[in-house]
C-alpha cells in the first residue's frame, strides 16, 4: 500500500493543521490505519488509529481532546485534525497501515505500510 501524507507546515502554538494522508487504489475501512509522529532523538509515538474491527478510533492521551482523526472512503484519505498545537507537537508525522491489520496498535513495528512523512513545527 503506497500512502501519500501531505498538510504539515509552520505553525503558531495554539494554531491549527489537518494532515491528509491518501492511499490510491486502496480501501481503508479495510484494514487499520494510525498517525504517528517522531521528534528528533525520540522513539516514534503512536498518536491515533481507527480499527477496521470495531471501527473505533483511538487516541493517545498526550493529543486526546486536541487532535481528531477521520475517514473519507470514497477518497480513500484519512485526516487528522490538529487543534491546540504546542511546541512539542513539534515531529515528523506519518500516516501507516498493514493489510493484515484490523486491530488498532501503539507499536510502529506493526504496521508495514508508510507514508513519507509530513513535518510539522510549531513555533512562534
Known amino acids: 500500500v503506497q500512502l501519500q501524507a501531505s498538510g504539515g507546515g509552520l505553525v503558531q502554538p495554539g494554531g491549527s493543521l489537518r494532515l491528509s494522508c491518501a492511499a490510491p487504489?486502496?480501501?481503508?475501512?479495510?484494514?487499520?490505519i494510525g498517525w504517528f509522529r517522531q521528534a528528533p532523538g525520540k522513539e516514534r509515538e503512536g498518536l491515533s488509529c481507527?480499527?477496521?474491527?470495531?471501527?473505533?478510533?483511538y487516541y493517545a492521551d498526550s493529543v486526546k481532546g486536541r487532535f481528531t482523526m477521520s475517514r473519507d472512503n470514497a477518497k480513500k484519505t484519512v485526516y487528522l485534525q490538529m487543534n491546540s498545537l504546542k511546541p512539542e507537537d513539534t515531529a515528523v508525522y506519518y500516516c501507516?497501515?498493514?493489510?493484515?491489520?484490523?486491530?488498532?496498535?501503539?507499536?510502529?513495528?506493526?504496521?508495514?505500510?508508510w507514508g513519507q512523512g509530513t513535518q510539522v513545527t510549531v513555533s512562534s
Open positions: 481507527i480499527s477496521s474491527a470495531d471501527g473505533s478510533t
Open positions: 501507516a497501515t498493514d493489510l493484515l491489520r484490523l486491530s488498532c496498535s501503539w507499536s510502529s513495528a506493526d504496521f508495514g505500510s
Open positions: 487504489g486502496y480501501s481503508l475501512d479495510y484494514y487499520a
